[in-house]
């Protein structure tokens, strides 16, 4: 595929990949999001709408 290479072993096993940003930037965003999501999957979980809510500030007097 174009702009797309493999960097091999000595063996002619492929270790690595070298990709063209200009041709598959969208590509390596989708592979760099699930990198993200997977790293974070243990993470706790907040409930959407408590998250949206805005935050009231504290004020001191």
Request: net charge positive; proline share 2%.
């Amino acid at each position: 595929m174009e702009g797309i290479t493999y960097l091999v072993d000595e063996k002619g096993n492929k270790r690595a990949v070298v990709l063209d940003l200009a041709k598959h930037g969208a590509l390596w965003e989708d592979v760099l999001d699930n990198l993200v999501a997977e790293t974070r999957k243990k993470e706790a979980r907040q409930d959407w709408e408590t998250v949206k809510r805005p935050k009231a500030k504290s004020r001191r007097s």
